[in-house]
């Protein structure tokens, strides 16, 4: 087997340092400017795109705590009308892309509630926001309606409200089922609310359940992580996705490594969590469920579908709504203001809140979906021929070249696939085919 490492790949590291791992978009997101906004306002005076597939992502910033592993944009100290303020603010916003030409007339094919913890919302809250976005933009047209939820803000009567707004798919923020890791890590909820919250969104027919799950969490152990497999499994969920614990430069823990002159985050290494995840991944497989992606299994591929994300990897349009939520728009990514005050005063101003954008180019976008969908494990060289003109085995010939010597995966004919060693490290092994400007980047 080939020792020899293509100059964008460094060999692999053991222990998990600070920084971003998981590759969720490509150009990187510290590409991004405020000079790009402009391009995003010029994109929303273009005729509506014909065939295009449109979906809205709505971002609900609050939650009872922030994890010590949270990166992102949440609010733990924001009281009712604090949150009725926001909603009202995300409500105008809604209301004024609704009427620009690139948007006035489309109907999402899809809807998903990001977070933060849209199920910190209350239900009148719930049925206020939803209600309004529907009079919008209507949901008759909608194949998935997501909604991210944690578990100990899940009562009867809030499952209750959610299955009724429409909602197909409830991801269910577990992350492990020990109290103790729980904890530590900084989660609001603990285990005896799994099972509450799981057993009755079952109970009243939700068509898809998910289960989240996080490996190598701090004080994770060999034992533990078998027990929340098997509890895991024994759930039944329709799918299951796990993420290998990282260390963001934006977080708790880091703060405290930071703070104590450590480099090495106090997790599992690199190794044992591909470890964790793959034995995971096995016991599903032998209870009868398929491996998705690098993330995820499913317990019918046939009827197990990932709407937003398949679409998003495949060119649809994306609606941001909300503070710090990312759309695209054509060509263009575009990233609404982080903070929540100046969000708001831009909407009152009666402007769009965007804070940074990326026009992208016809390369970036052919290379945007085969980093993204090789994700998925398998792609097929004659989708990318017949969208974009470029073959990805000529494109990439080195590369790939190099993933079957490492035995991470081969090309065989049309496909080219990933192995299971090649999925447990994909988002590693995926900057080999950024452009040069893009590698290596401090993901922001």
């Given at each position: 087997?080939?020792?020899?490492?293509?100059?964008?790949?460094?060999?692999?590291?053991?222990?998990?340092?600070?920084?971003?791992?998981?590759?969720?978009?490509?150009?990187?997101?510290?590409?991004?400017?405020?000079?790009?906004?402009?391009?995003?306002?010029?994109?929303?005076?273009?005729?509506?795109?014909?065939?295009?597939?449109?979906?809205?992502?709505?971002?609900?910033?609050?939650?009872?705590?922030?994890?010590?592993?949270?990166?992102?944009?949440?609010?733990?100290?924001?009281?009712?009308?604090?949150?009725?303020?926001?909603?009202?603010?995300?409500?105008?916003?809604?209301?004024?892309?609704?009427?620009?030409?690139?948007?006035?007339?489309r109907?999402?094919?899809?809807?998903?509630?990001?977070?933060?913890?849209?199920?910190?919302?209350?239900?009148?809250?719930?049925h206020?926001?939803?209600?309004?976005?529907?009079?919008?933009?209507?949901?008759?047209?909608v194949?998935?309606?997501?909604?991210?939820?944690?578990?100990?803000?899940?009562?009867?009567?809030?499952?209750?409200?959610?299955?009724?707004?429409?909602?197909?798919?409830?991801?269910?923020?577990?992350?492990?089922?020990?109290?103790?890791?729980?904890?530590?890590?900084?989660r609001a909820?603990?285990?005896?609310?799994?099972?509450?919250?799981?057993?009755?969104?079952?109970?009243?027919?939700?068509?898809?359940?998910?289960?989240?799950?996080?490996?190598g969490?701090?004080?994770?152990?060999?034992?533990?992580?078998?027990?929340?497999?098997?509890?895991?499994?024994?759930?039944?969920?329709?799918?299951?996705?796990?993420?290998?614990?990282?260390?963001?430069?934006?977080?708790?823990?880091?703060?405290?490594?930071?703070?104590?002159?450590?480099?090495?985050?106090?997790?599992?290494?690199?190794?044992t969590?591909?470890?964790?995840?793959?034995?995971?991944?096995?016991?599903?497989?032998?209870?009868?469920?398929?491996v998705?992606?690098?993330?995820?299994?499913?317990?019918?591929?046939?009827?197990?579908?990932?709407?937003?994300?398949?679409?998003?990897?495949?060119?649809?349009?994306l609606?941001?709504?909300?503070?710090?939520?990312?759309?695209?728009?054509?060509?263009?990514?575009?990233?609404?203001h982080?903070?929540?005050?100046?969000?708001?005063?831009?909407?009152?101003?009666?402007?769009?809140?965007?804070?940074?954008?990326?026009?992208?180019?016809?390369?970036?976008?052919?290379?945007?979906?085969?980093?993204?969908?090789?994700?998925?494990?398998?792609?097929?060289?004659?989708?990318?021929?017949?969208?974009?003109?470029?073959?990805?085995?000529e494109?990439?010939?080195?590369?790939?070249?190099?993933?079957?010597?490492e035995?991470?995966?081969?090309?065989?004919?049309?496909?080219?696939?990933?192995?299971?060693?090649?999925?447990?490290?994909?988002?590693?092994?995926?900057?080999?085919?950024?452009?040069?400007?893009?590698r290596?980047?401090?993901?922001?």
């Amino acid at each position: 087997m080939s020792t020899a490492t293509p100059p964008s790949i460094a060999p692999p590291k053991e222990q998990t340092e600070a920084g971003n791992y998981f590759v969720a978009n490509y150009p990187p997101f510290s590409f991004w400017t405020q000079d790009g906004v402009k391009d995003a306002l010029e994109q929303l005076q273009k005729p509506a795109p014909a065939g295009r597939p449109m979906g809205i992502y709505f971002h609900i910033p609050f939650c009872r705590k922030r994890c010590h592993f949270c990166y992102f944009r949440v609010y733990t100290d924001k009281n009712a009308d604090d949150i009725k303020q926001y909603l009202d603010a995300s409500v105008t916003e809604m209301e004024r892309v609704a009427t620009m030409p690139y948007v006035a007339g489309r109907k999402p094919q899809f809807v998903y509630f990001g977070g933060g913890t849209p199920s910190y919302l209350s239900v009148p809250q719930l049925h206020s926001l939803t209600d309004r976005m529907k009079a919008l933009f209507p949901w008759d047209e909608v194949k998935e309606v997501a909604f991210e939820a944690e578990p100990g803000t899940l009562t009867e009567k809030k499952l209750d409200a959610i299955r009724s707004l429409g909602v197909t798919r409830l991801s269910l923020g577990v992350e492990n089922f020990d109290d103790h890791i729980l904890e530590i890590n900084g989660r609001a909820h603990r285990s005896g609310e799994i099972d509450r919250a799981y057993n009755h969104a079952r109970s009243i027919g939700f068509p898809q359940i998910n289960i989240d799950l996080i490996a190598g969490m701090v004080e994770e152990t060999e034992d533990n992580w078998k027990r929340c497999i098997e509890k895991a499994l024994a759930l039944q969920p329709d799918c299951l996705t796990i993420y290998q614990m990282e260390i963001p430069y934006n977080t708790t823990i880091y703060k405290e490594m930071k703070a104590a002159g450590k480099l090495v985050a106090p997790v599992a290494d690199w190794p044992t969590k591909r470890r964790w995840v793959s034995e995971a991944f096995a016991a599903f497989e032998a209870a009868g469920y398929t491996v998705s992606s690098a993330t995820t299994v499913v317990k019918n591929p046939n009827t197990t579908k990932f709407v937003y994300r398949d679409s998003l990897w495949s060119g649809a349009d994306l609606l941001p709504l909300g503070v710090a939520s990312f759309g695209i728009l054509g060509d263009v990514h575009v990233q609404n203001h982080a903070d929540i005050l100046p969000y708001q005063m831009l909407v009152g101003a009666g402007k769009m809140p965007y804070y940074r954008a990326y026009h992208t180019t016809h390369e970036e976008r052919f290379l945007r979906e085969f980093i993204l969908r090789l994700k998925l494990g398998r792609v097929q060289a004659s989708y990318y021929i017949a969208h974009y003109g470029i073959d990805p085995r000529e494109r990439f010939a080195p590369q790939l070249a190099w993933l079957s010597s490492e035995g991470f995966g081969s090309v065989e004919g049309d496909d080219i696939c990933l192995n299971r060693e090649g999925l447990m490290q994909v988002d590693r092994l995926l900057h080999e085919f950024f452009l040069p400007q893009h590698r290596n980047a401090r993901y922001t």
